[in-house]
């Protein structure tokens, strides 16, 4: 096999293990916006994606309470699965003009940090209006705005 063959592959790999970014170092710079009894909120201002037109590609994360976390089980299935459960990301597209957000995927991810599910959203949820006053018109005033 070809040096040209064999760099094609490890960079394929790399690219979907993730890999790059342990390359490139943490470039996460997780800003809190919102805290209840449930769960904490943070948005992660190092790793705005802007997309063509007026998008931005975000992500928000939601670390449970112990309160959060059992209104979680109640629906998350199999519960069993997610007996860790410490934190869910959420990966948003956002129109910054029109003023709305599709969600694209969300990750799980335990106590100690590992992954327990991620689900690609991105063919099955539809664009949604931002209210003022929800969450992710906080993340959409900051990750809008030059």
Not at 13 to 34: C, P, R, Y
């Amino acid at each position: 096999m070809s040096k040209t063959i064999v760099l094609a592959i490890v960079m394929a790999w790399m690219v979907l293990t993730g890999l790059t970014q342990a390359f490139a170092g943490n470039s996460h710079e997780w800003i809190k916006l919102d805290e209840n009894p449930e769960t904490y909120f943070y948005f992660d201002k190092g790793e705005v994606a802007k997309l063509p037109g007026d998008i931005v590609r975000i992500t928000a994360r939601v670390v449970y309470t112990a309160k959060g976390k059992e209104d979680a089980l109640t629906v998350l299935e199999p519960a069993k699965l997610f007996e860790n459960l410490a934190e869910s990301r959420y990966i948003y597209n956002l129109d910054c003009n029109l003023r709305k957000s599709k969600l694209q995927s969300v990750t799980h991810l335990s106590d100690d940090g590992s992954m327990i599910k991620t689900v690609d959203l991105s063919t099955v949820t539809e664009w949604e209006e931002i209210t003022p006053n929800e969450r992710l018109e906080l993340i959409r005033a900051s990750a809008c705005s030059p």
